[in-house]
Every structure is written in structure tokens, then in C-alpha cells.
């Protein structure tokens, strides 16, 4: 089965801040690399897949980036709206795996 | 619009059964492949289970397979999981989510979630 590890588990930031998360996959997954927004209490939400590509809606400033076993997440300046967790997953093979997690928050 | 609206959460005993139900709207459903993911009390991410279009292929995770049973009813427009034999640890909030129309895809609407005890 192909793990999945996040850094880091939480971060504190100001607002406009360069927000930049990693992700890295136990193999090589290509780019089947996912990346989720949680706020407290509510469903996940697709803002990245397939490592680079932004889902409709989801504002510019979110972007990722790698392939293979590595890859990152960035929000290029940081919003108070912005606040949640933010998980990777990946869809390269079953079982689909999530990455534990990062929390942000607001400096 | 896409919705999952889901249905059947609640408290169950240990060794008991519970099913939930996911009716969804606003896509084609029997073009996409759908799926459970759970979320324990102040955890992280576990995917369950993924069900093909046309239900030829079901997937289950480790930690539920043999025990719960994922299936989808397309001229209703509904997912369900039924869950037997449940321990203390399926204590979660319980997602269905939308992929796409292959079973490897991301999970791009997620339902409301439902929360799913199990105690005595």
C-alpha cells in the first residue's frame, strides 16, 4: 500500500504570507496527487488534482506542483478565509491514501 | 448544482448494523464512480470503500472489508453503505464522495457527512 506523509502538521502565518506545504508518496504515484481544503466542521473540498491542475472556482492563489514521490502546495498569500486543514491524497492506486493532514492558522 | 445529501447516521451497539444512504443530484450518476470516507473524532482522512459506475467493481479498505458493503441503486440515484458486525474504532463521520468516470479519480463533491457512534 502507498503511504502518504504531510509537513508540516500545522502552521501559524500572517495574513498575505507565502503559505507552502509537502507532500510525499511511499512510491511513485506520477502526478495522481490530490489536494483537499477541510474547515471545522464541514466536507472536504477538491482544490487541486492530479498535482497541478486548479478546480473550477477555486481561487488563483492555491497552486501545487511535483511529480513521482514528492510534491508541494502553496497559497501565495495567505487569507483569513483561507483557515482549515489541508490534505494530499493520492489516486494512483487502491487503496486511495490521505496524507495526515496540516493544519493553518492565522498568525 | 451537484448535491449528495446524505441519510442514515445514528448510535449503534458494538456487533450491531447500520446502513447510510447518499441520494444525489445535478450529474449523470450512473456515469461516475462513488465512494465512503470516514473521519474519526479529531482524525484524519480513511477512504472505506469505492463502487464502479455500473457497480461491476466494489474496493474496500483493510480495516472494513468483510463487514461493510458498498452499493449503488442508478435508477434511484443512490449510494449506500451497510455496515455489520461495527466496533468502537467506525466511530466517525461518515462521507460520501463523487469520483469520476473511472474508479482512480479524485473525489470532487462530497456529501454533508453523517455521523456514525458505536457504543454500548
Known amino acids: 500500500d502507498i503511504q502518504m506523509t504531510q509537513s508540516p502538521s500545522s502552521l501559524s502565518a500572517s495574513v498575505g504570507d507565502r503559505v507552502t506545504i509537502t507532500c510525499q508518496a511511499s512510491q511513485d504515484i506520477s502526478n495522481y496527487l490530490n489536494w483537499y481544503q477541510q474547515k471545522p466542521g464541514k466536507a472536504p473540498k477538491l482544490l487541486i488534482y492530479d498535482a497541478f491542475s486548479l478546480e473550477t472556482g477555486v481561487p488563483s492563489r492555491f497552486s501545487g506542483s511535483g511529480s513521482g514521490t514528492d510534491f508541494t502546495f502553496t497559497i501565495s498569500s495567505l487569507q483569513p478565509e483561507d483557515i482549515a486543514t489541508y490534505y494530499c491524497q493520492q489516486h494512483d492506486n487502491l487503496p486511495f491514501a490521505f496524507g495526515p493532514g496540516t493544519k493553518v492558522d492565522i498568525k | 448544482e451537484v448535491q449528495l445529501l446524505q441519510s442514515g447516521g445514528a448510535l449503534a451497539q458494538p456487533g450491531g448494523s447500520l446502513r447510510l444512504s447518499c441520494a444525489a443530484s445535478g450529474f449523470t450518476f450512473s456515469s461516475y464512480a462513488m465512494s465512503w470516507v470516514r473521519q474519526a473524532p479529531g482524525k484524519g482522512l480513511e477512504w472505506v470503500s469505492t463502487v464502479s459506475s455500473n457497480s461491476e467493481s466494489t474496493f474496500y479498505a483493510d480495516s472494513v472489508r468483510g463487514r461493510f458493503t458498498i452499493s449503488r441503486d442508478n435508477s434511484e440515484n443512490t449510494l449506500y453503505l451497510q455496515m455489520n458486525s461495527l466496533r468502537a474504532e467506525d466511530t466517525a463521520v461518515y462521507y460520501c464522495?463523487?469520483?469520476?468516470?473511472?474508479?482512480?479519480?479524485?473525489?470532487?463533491?462530497w456529501g454533508q457527512g453523517t455521523l456514525v457512534t458505536v457504543s454500548s
Open positions: 464522495a463523487k469520483g469520476g468516470p473511472t474508479v482512480l479519480s479524485p473525489f470532487d463533491y
